[in-house]
């Protein structure tokens, strides 16, 4: 198993104003392919930097990927650094200044004489293609190590990645390949999952691994080994053990599940259709629900009635209702749900409602959610609780908030019950 080092290029990795998700991705791309991502350095746009962090990426490992600084600005300085890592001075390539005037030309546009930097390449190396952007990428070795360079912005550096530089290593190095089965389970919490699996994952035969992976509820569990049968296999045994929280079962090199298309899935096996009426979480399930392809044949569209009002106006909930009981109820969320499912005449509906914060309302503490389901066999609520840190994270609330809807929405389609996550989840 071959051992890569990745340098990420940019001030703006270092200064929070651009999320790394580089890192990440090629992180899991490798480990599919059988490879160990075992140093990942991130540096400013400086060339001494950037030329020390490739020198040192060198240094340890089977081949160096880096990734951004190849662009047209002053501040793009990746092909410098390769060069000045490689002892080589740069030049300027023909048939790359053609292909950069080629694609302007195509887009009717003049090219930058800036634009033409993109056109050289460090003495002895090689362009790799982009077929997304501008920039080309850069296969060089040096020190006997095989480095690619490749661009930032993170569409154009995955298409590379895939096109270029999978082809090489695989070319180059003779790692055996894993195959990795994901279990996706929700609102679960790693310590529960890790505990149902503690003595499975204590009798895993070698070359046999599981991994975790929290975010905000949702954990995946990544079963990996050596041959496609055996990851199924283990991976099935994990499935038993943690139960009707798992909500997809994927392979690796698929594309990723979510609960939102899992929720879906469901609702297309039964031949359904949604619709939502969301406050708290305003426009997130629609947000999550229309993200997965294909949700327009089910998801017949929702309201955010955040208001007082706009709950009567746009989901029907009757007036004395609401002065009553107040916005942040039980009868409210089923009223709403059972409002937008009559408005949009859907065969499900979902609501949410509840105090995302700062601070109390109607005398509930952030945190607090109501979700309501409706169908045609009549209205569920549910209260869920959320406390600790999550509850003073306005953000937090709101997304741990649509995931939890969307978890009860599958467990209510499924015929599932709240499960283990009843110790703060309550029917009302």
């Not at 302007?104 to 293609?129: C, E, H, W």
């Not at 990795?180 to 046999?208: D, K, N």
């Not at 569990?221 to 099935?236: E, I, R, T």
């Not at 746009?314 to 009559?342: F, H, N, Y």
């Amino acid at each position: 198993m071959s051992r890569i080092a990745l340098v990420t290029v940019g001030d703006e990795l270092l200064n929070g104003a651009v999320v790394d998700t580089s890192t990440a991705w090629l992180g899991d791309q490798l480990a599919i392919e059988g490879h160990d991502l075992v140093l990942s350095i991130s540096v400013q746009d400086d060339l001494a930097a950037i030329s020390d962090a490739i020198l040192a990426a060198v240094a340890r490992a089977d081949a160096v990927i880096v990734a951004g600084g190849l662009g047209p600005t002053s501040d793009d300085l990746t092909r410098l650094g390769v060069a000045r890592a490689a002892r080589v001075e740069v030049e300027q390539r023909k048939e790359l200044v053609e292909l950069i005037s080629a694609r302007y030309a195509a887009r009717k546009l003049q090219v930058p004489s800036q634009a033409f930097v993109m056109a050289d390449l460090p003495i002895g190396a090689n362009a790799l293609t982009n077929n997304s952007g501008s920039a080309p990428g850069i296969f060089m070795v040096i020190d006997s190590v095989p480095l690619f360079a490749l661009p930032g912005v993170p569409h154009e550096m995955r298409d590379m990645f895939i096109g270029e530089v999978v082809p090489e290593l695989q070319k180059s190095f003779s790692g055996a390949q894993r195959y990795t089965v994901i279990l996706r389970v929700s609102l679960l919490g790693e310590s529960m999952i890790s505990e149902r699996l503690g003595e499975w994952e204590r009798t895993l035969p070698s070359g046999v691994s599981v991994a975790y992976l929290a975010s905000l509820g949702d954990v995946e569990v990544k079963v990996s080994a050596s041959n496609s049968a055996q990851a199924h296999d283990y991976a099935a045994r994990a499935a038993e053990l943690i139960g009707d929280s798992i909500y997809a079962i994927d392979e690796a090199r698929l594309p990723r599940s979510t609960l939102a298309s899992a929720v879906l899935h469901l609702l297309r096996n039964e031949g359904a259709t949604l619709a939502t009426a969301e406050s708290l979480t305003g426009g997130g399930l629609g947000y999550l629900l229309t993200e997965i392809p294909g949700a327009s044949e089910i998801y017949l569209g929702g309201a955010i009635a955040y208001q007082a009002e706009s709950k009567h106006q746009l989901a029907d909930v009757p007036e004395e209702l609401i002065s009553i009981r107040g916005t942040v109820d039980a009868q409210v969320a089923k009223a709403m749900a059972r409002g937008i499912r009559q408005r949009l005449d859907s065969t499900w509906a979902l609501s949410t409602t509840g105090v995302a914060g700062p601070g109390e309302f109607e005398g509930h503490p952030a945190g607090t959610l109501f979700v309501g389901v409706s169908s045609a066999a009549g209205e569920r609520a549910f209260k869920v609780v959320l406390t600790g840190q999550m509850a003073d994270d306005r953000a937090r609330v709101r997304g741990a908030s649509a995931a939890h809807a969307l978890d009860l929405l599958r467990r209510c389609i499924a015929g599932l019950p709240i499960g283990a996550q009843a110790r703060f989840i309550t029917e009302e």
